[in-house]
């Protein structure tokens, strides 16, 4: 019996290709979607700690020659000595290929190829010839050095990674090093490092400032794709398996008349279900994999305009997200089908025979309810929630409950149209569009949510790059800033650059305490640099002139908020000084609150503080020379030198690849909504028939009908979007003041893009007249045999 | 269209039809007339082709070979949107179920197809639901009718949009005897009070009989008078 069932389960998809084909596309492509974003965001963060891993910098403090210059094998060995856990680098150019060595015994865990002293011989790659690790591309630009080469692909892309006595003698600098790796936990009995190596600075951890928070933001933003992704994938997964249920249900009905075991029908639905989850779960990855290594130049790009260094733009298929794709497409269609065959179960043996496309609305009432329960608990999270686990909890809810609030909104909305129609065609037109909803629902959901994440995230992504990008001409104003290890070389930087620049402006700091906070106290020259740069949120008249005079302090937008300190409000800025405040000013990213005050205040109430930064003001076609001059002569090392215009050159560029990412992302999400639509759209046209051939039959052409049918498809989607825009706008303020708090530690000002919305319902409308236009031509053509069909007997 | 200066409602001449991918037509050379008033009952054995005929009458389907003219309109030459016209404002059609358009009220039901012709009058589509005993019934929707309702209702639709031909396909076919004769007599009886035609396809001699004309299709062809 099992064997004739199982070909009768069969058999229907045999006569249905389409149903089977839109059931599997379904489910892969909701796989696909997750698998591409998951494929993507895997392989961002897999290349960002390569590169950092290799370089070993930003995540590991640094121990450097006061001069820049190198660090005798001698004090190296001091250090170790004294108690010191450091580890030696040196780095150096080998042709095209950058050369770093590193010893392996002594570097801390992360240093280095990763996997080393797992997969890799230890021995061989201490002693005798030697290993040299690197990208297969990279090893083949080295010349032959008698060392063994180990393909090893989480090498930065032209970095080749190899012990240090081998790297010394490649690079012909026996005896040297480059700079020292401290790990991080140090033992506290260890000796100043002053009074071991007085020549030795400890160089400060470096979080990469500004670009650092971008890359956060990039990948914030990447995540909140990824769960868009999974609640739209999840949604198509669960249309498809919910109408190839509804389809069968005459074949389940007849078969259990026959005398199927109720169990053995279940059992046998779900093992096919797993079978096709497999098959179809395997084609979304792969699908994604496709979508992934398609859109990841641009990633790779935007990577390597963070860290200079290459980073590969090809994908490895890795285990965790293939694997995680095929749960999806599993445990999708384990969700989707236990709903189904629960229902099927109860199915009384007598029910109608007939595919329900209204059979979703079961529980309608219910899901309404669940939807505003939802949309309270986001509300809720959003009000008192904390934490950045309640920002996603709250992201989660917000999308699911607006995705389930959509069929009674879109049923109200079609009823009071209906209402207010007088001619007979539009009042059928919405009737008749009312009840499509539910057979649609699904498919209108993931469109909902897709056009939600590219409301909510292209406003997120654009308002960050409106505030960084007037945040950083404002903050990067000056050509090059110069940091100076003492105040000796501080005078050196001046009296070195002082000739060949526009101005120097020092940068005067102190940590004190203002409006009971922990604050900076800045000192700033007067100068037109503040005066044409800076833009204050608020202020007093003539702020620039009271300051120059005196008279006020700036505070920055953490210490009004947190202290309480507004315009006019008196702020201490040492024990001896109070000063009202004249204006307010934004400042992305700092967790502290500062004040500012001109540089003659500050030199009255902190006569100690010397100026350690200086900011310079010099033709940008000269800031090259410039660092030539200072290295030279002031010897300042390369990493106390920034040069701005390079880090807003990359920041801008860093967001212009976010952008296309993200549209690409967007693109890509609309398609497959509108996929999924197309799909429903094809499942729905034959249970469709009983309500249109009465009206044909009444006297309307199958045109008028179809013409009909994609004005339907259009309106619904238009519908959609008029739900989808305040959704969207929701899910931007959720991640620009609550994920974003919660993750950086500070709210960025969200801005409103009417023009991009319009485009983008304008590209949502399109999807949906796409998605309807062969359905409709399909209903065109239909011969009139198969319309009369509906009043035969046999239905 | 003028008409031809005869007083037929329906004219067949040498209609021929069959089906795509079928061997054989269901019937060859068929021609028939009706005039404007009289009533006729169309019999045959299941699958001789009466709903087939019934279809090219009403501008639903188009023969092979042949012609076929209503009221003076030689359906032929009809496109797509003509045949369309032809169906809102000439012809009536009833089947023997799923007649109704699911998503309206059996109010909007009953109007739909006058107000697609331009014939809607609120007086008389009340007339004809009370008299067809669906007055209380007009705010439902057709799923939540018994059948016989929902017959009745197609038939006051029909009646409500005033054409000049009534077709009917079994119209009580599926509906038990008593309730089909009750609903059968009120159809003959509202159809006669507008003077229209009525071709009407039934398996019932009993029914047939109460008509004035009878014709049956056997082998392909017309005879007039029932089957013996
Ligand atoms: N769509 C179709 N395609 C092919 N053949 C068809 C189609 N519809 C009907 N036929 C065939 O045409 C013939 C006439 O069918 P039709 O429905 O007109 O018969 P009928 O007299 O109305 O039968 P019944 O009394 O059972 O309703 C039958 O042999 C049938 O098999
Ligand atoms: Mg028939």
Redesign the interface.
């Known amino acids: 019996m099992t064997g004739a069932v199982l070909s009768a389960l069969l058999g229907h998809w045999r006569r249905n290709p389409l149903q089977l084909f839109t059931l599997l596309a379904g489910l892969a492509l909701g796989t696909a979607l997750w698998s591409g974003v998951q494929a993507i965001n895997a392989e961002a963060r897999a290349s960002y700690d390569a590169a950092a891993a290799t370089l070993g910098e930003g995540s590991y403090g640094q121990i450097v020659a006061r001069d820049g210059g190198e660090i005798g094998q001698e004090t190296y060995v001091a250090l170790r000595r004294g108690g010191w856990l450091v580890s030696p680098v040196v780095e150096g150019r080998l042709g095209p290929v950058r050369i770093i060595g590193i010893e392996p015994l002594t570097a801390p865990r992360g240093v280095g190829p990763l996997g080393l002293g797992e997969q890799a011989d230890l021995g061989a790659f201490l002693t005798g010839e030697g290993q040299i690790f690197g990208r297969a591309d990279t090893l083949a630009q080295l010349a032959e050095t008698g060392a063994r080469l180990v393909d090893a692909p989480d090498v930065a892309p032209a970095t080749a990674i190899m012990d240090i006595g081998l790297a010394q003698r490649l690079l012909g600098r026996e005896g040297r090093i480059d700079r020292l790796i401290l790990a991080p936990d140090q033992p506290l009995s260890r000796p100043a490092l002053s009074t071991l190596a007085p020549d030795l600075v400890e160089a400060a951890r470096q979080d990469g400032g500004d670009v650092a928070r971008l890359t956060d933001s990039f990948h914030l933003n990447l995540t909140a794709f990824g769960l868009l992704s999974f609640v739209v994938g999840l949604f198509i997964v669960h249309g498809a398996i919910g109408l190839a249920f509804e389809q069968r249900r005459p074949m389940v009905r007849t078969l259990r008349a026959l005398g199927v075991p109720l169990r053995r029908l279940i059992a046998l639905m779900a093992l096919e279900l797993v079978g096709l989850g497999l098959v179809a779960g395997l084609a979304g990855v792969a699908l994604g994999y496709a979508v992934a290594a398609a859109l990841l130049p641009d990633v790779a790009a935007t990577l390597r305009g963070l860290y200079g260094a290459d980073v590969s733009g090809q994908l490895t298929l890795r285990p965790a997200w293939w694997l995680s794709g095929l749960a999806i497409a599993m445990g999708g269609t384990a969700v989707a089908s236990a709903g189904a065959l629960l229902s099927l179960a109860r199915m009384p043996l007598l029910a109608s025979a007939h595919p329900r496309a209204w059979a979703m609305a079961r529980g309608g009432v219910r899901l309404a309810v669940l939807a505003v329960a939802l949309l309270a608990l986001a509300g809720g999270l959003a009000l008192w929630g904390r934490g950045l686990l309640a920002g996603f909890a709250m992201l989660a809810a917000l999308l699911v409950g607006g995705a389930l609030v959509l069929p009674p909104l879109l049923g109200q909305a079609l009823r009071v149209a209906e209402g207010r129609a007088t001619g007979v065609l539009a009042q059928w037109f919405w009737a008749d569009t009312r009840q499509q909803i539910p057979g649609l629902s699904l498919s209108l959901m993931a469109l909902l949510l897709a056009m939600t994440a590219n409301v909510g995230v292209s406003t997120m992504v654009s308002s960050f790059r409106l505030t960084f990008t007037g945040f950083l001409d404002q903050r990067l104003a000056s050509e090059l800033y110069v940091s100076a290890s003492d105040a000796a070389q501080a005078a050196d930087i001046v009296a070195v650059a002082g000739a060949g620049v526009k101005a120097i402006l020092p940068i005067l700091s102190v940590e004190a305490k203002a409006a009971s906070q922990p604050v900076e106290v800045y000192g700033a020259r007067d100068h037109a640099t503040y005066r044409d740069n800076w833009q204050l949120l608020r202020s007093f008249p003539d702020v620039w002139d009271r300051l120059a005079q005196g008279e006020g302090v700036l505070v920055n937008e953490q210490l009004y908020r947190r202290g309480g300190v507004d315009l006019g409000a008196l702020v201490a800025v040492s024990p001896r000084l109070t000063l009202p405040v004249l204006g307010i000013y934004g400042d992305y990213g700092n967790p502290l609150g500062q004040v500012i005050v001109n540089e003659a205040v500050f030199a009255g109430q902190f006569p100690d503080v010397v100026a350690l930064r200086f900011g310079l003001r010099v033709d940008p076609s000269e800031v090259a020379a410039l660092r030539k001059t200072l290295r030279d002569q002031a010897g300042v090392p390369e990493s106390a030198m920034v040069d701005q215009a390079a880090i807003k050159a990359l920041s801008l560029s860093v967001f212009e690849r976010t952008f296309t990412v993200t549209t690409a992302l967007n693109v890509l999400t609309l398609a497959v909504a509108g996929f999924a639509m197309l799909m429903s759209l094809l499942t729905l046209a034959t249970m469709r028939l009983p309500q249109l051939a009465p009206v044909w039959a009444l006297g309307l052409t199958r045109r008028k009908l179809a013409l009909l049918d994609l004005v339907r498809a259009v309106v619904l989607a238009a519908l959609t979007g008029a739900l989808a825009l305040p959704l969207g706008l929701a899910l931007a303020w959720a991640l620009l003041a609550v994920v974003n708090v919660e993750a950086f530690g500070w709210r960025l000002p969200m801005y409103l893009f009417p023009l991009d919305y319009l485009r983008l319902g304008g590209l949502a409308l399109l999807a949906a007249a796409l998605a309807a236009l062969w359905p409709a031509w399909r209903l065109s053509q239909m011969p009139p045999v198969q319309l009369l069909g509906v009043f035969r007997n046999e239905r | 269209m003028p008409l031809k200066g005869n007083t037929m409602l329906l004219s067949l001449r040498h209609v021929t039809k069959t ?2 991918r079928a061997e054989t037509a269901v019937f060859r050379q068929v021609s028939l007339d009706l005039d404007a008033g009289e009533m006729l009952a169309l019999t045959g054995e299941s699958g001789s082709g009466k ?1 087939t005929l019934l ?1 090219l009458i ?1 501008g ?3 023969a092979d070979s042949g012609s076929v003219a209503v009221a003076g309109i030689d359906l032929t030459p009809l496109d ?2 003509g045949r ?6 000439t012809v009536g ?1 009833i ?10 009220t059996v109010a ?1 039901n009953i ?3 006058a ?3 331009g014939r ?1 009058d609120p007086d008389r589509a009340r007339m004809l639901a009370e008299r067809l005993g669906l007055k209380d019934h007009l705010d439902k929707h057709p799923e939540q009718l018994s059948g016989g309702q929902q017959q009745r209702v197609a038939i006051a639709r029909t009646l409500a949009a005033a054409p000049r031909l009534v077709l009917a ?1 079994e119209p009580t ?2 509906l038990d005897e008593a309730t089909a004769d009750t609903v059968f007599a009120l159809m003959c009886e509202l159809v006669s009070e507008t003077g229209a035609g009525l071709v009407l396809v039934t398996h019932s001699q009993r029914l047939a009989a109460r008509l004035g004309r009878r014709l049956h299709l056997g082998a392909g062809q017309l005879i007039e008078g029932l089957a013996v």
């Open positions: 089906y795509p709903s279809h009403g639903l389907d188009t797509d949107a369309a016209a032809l169906r809102r404002g059609v089947f023997q179920q799923f007649n109704l358009i699911p998503s309206l909007a109007a739909f197809q107000r697609l012709s809607h396909d076919g599926n």
